[in-house]
């Protein structure tokens, strides 16, 4: 594992910043001069209080449209502010302790990117490639040595002017040896900085493995959270848990139960009673979470495969709510409480888990780093769970939190509610 030693501690909160700050869509483009990078500013402390150490930002360099069609990466986008703006957000990042991560997208440009002599040719010789069939992205040629030295040149400069990271936007659809060349430049002038490539599909360890990053995004376990919960099939989380543990052992993922290019969790879960089984999967298994902006408020928005089909899951953030009547008051409190059991527990990070009671509905698994351990357990069925501790290998425990209202903190036996969750800390083994 190459990662740095802070990202143990790394619990991110991510923001979309043309869509936070209301930039993109807009009827009309705001300009350099309203400064709105700095709005989101303003939410760092809400971030703080949710748990989080680090803010991972989304696109903010500029683009044609929405941020992902970059035209030149050493600048700020006009809708955001510049690079004044910048300074400024790391700046108030430093003086609360919160790292920031930048989003790069170099696998594909804008059409009005400054040097079309670095666009990958098509193999028919008529005009150039595309990602994924967008017109308006072309296609980098990864093989042109220039195009590497300009990715090393804007991944540094960016890292000195104060963030702590990239996630790399497509890292799957770049060839390996593009990354293999840029990214050990880049650690040597910034070696305590982290790199999560984007990847969906494939062969992760590999991935990580062949083009040096420290991690890439969990999207099996992303989907096997979400289906398996709606299915009511645990059976096929615990085989994506077993795939986990095995990522955990060359490196450890990002995982997220949700982000600016899914439909929101709380709109796609069938019964939004298993939001709670969402983020205690997502808080109690090995890797460095993520929350989208929103996400601890229960906002809904649902993707849809046309253009403009991303913005309902990219919408503009106001002021941070204040008092305890706001939106989503339970699920921010869920977060708050999960997140802190996580932050006091920092061996979950590369913790892996174990079933010790499994069936379609009902799922009780312990995750275990050395000597540590917890067990957790998720009921998804109309009918209550029955967890003997000393049956799965522990005398007694201390429930921690769960759903419904516990009659008592040490246990030697729990019963979960229809629907409900439980995690306890066992203190004695039989």
Do not use: C
Not at 215 to 226: F, P
Not at 299 to 326: L, N, W
């Amino acid at each position: 594992m190459t990662e740095p030693a802070w990202v143990q501690h790394a619990i991110w909160w991510q923001v979309y910043p043309l869509g936070f700050v209301g930039a993109y869509p807009a009827d009309t483009p705001p300009t350099a001069d309203e400064h709105r990078l700095r709005r989101i500013v303003e939410w760092f402390d809400h971030a703080i209080g949710l748990g989080a150490s680090g803010v991972a930002l989304g696109p903010i360099f500029a683009s044609q449209t929405h941020g992902y069609d970059t035209t030149d990466h050493y600048r700020i986008d006009s809708r955001l502010g510049d690079g004044g703006d910048f300074d400024h957000l790391v700046e108030e990042a430093r003086k609360r302790g919160v790292r920031l991560l930048l989003d790069g997208v170099f696998n594909h440009v804008g059409t009005d990117f400054g040097n079309s002599s670095w666009f990958r040719k098509r193999r028919n010789g008529s005009g150039f490639d595309t990602f994924e069939g967008h017109d308006g992205l072309i296609a980098l040629d990864h093989d042109n040595p220039e195009v590497v030295d300009y990715t090393v040149g804007v991944m540094t400069h960016w890292l000195a002017r104060g963030a702590d990271g990239w996630r790399l936007d497509a890292a799957y659809a770049v060839p390996d040896r593009f990354w293999a060349q840029v990214l050990p430049r880049v650690r040597e002038a910034f070696p305590d900085a982290w790199f999560v490539g984007e990847v969906i599909h494939g062969d992760y360890s590999a991935r990580v493995r062949d083009g040096g990053f420290d991690s890439v995004t969990q999207y099996e376990l992303w989907k096997a959270i979400w289906s398996g919960l709606n299915d009511q099939n645990f059976h096929e989380l615990d085989w994506a848990l077993v795939r986990h543990n095995e990522f955990l052992d060359d490196f450890v993922p990002m995982t997220f139960v949700g982000n600016h290019d899914v439909t929101r969790i709380a709109s796609r879960l069938e019964n939004t009673k298993h939001l709670a089984h969402a983020l205690v999967l997502l808080l109690t298994t090995g890797g460095t979470p993520s929350v989208y902006a929103g996400d601890e408020y229960a906002y809904r928005g649902v993707k849809e495969e046309r253009f403009g089909g991303d913005d309902a899951v990219r919408p503009e953030f106001g002021s941070p709510p204040e008092g305890i009547e706001q939106l989503g008051h339970d699920e921010l409190r869920l977060h708050q409480f999960l997140i802190g059991l996580r932050r006091r527990h920092l061996w979950l990070h590369t913790a892996r888990t174990s079933p010790l009671q499994l069936t379609n509905r009902q799922y009780v698994y312990q995750t275990r780093n050395g000597a540590d351990s917890l067990v957790v357990a998720l009921n998804i069925d109309d009918e209550p769970l029955s967890v003997s501790l000393p049956e799965v290998g522990v005398a007694q425990g201390e429930i921690l939190g769960g759903s419904g209202a516990p009659p008592q903190h040490i246990v030697t036996a729990a019963e979960v509610e229809p629907h409900g969750w439980l995690i306890i800390a066992p203190t004695a083994r039989p």
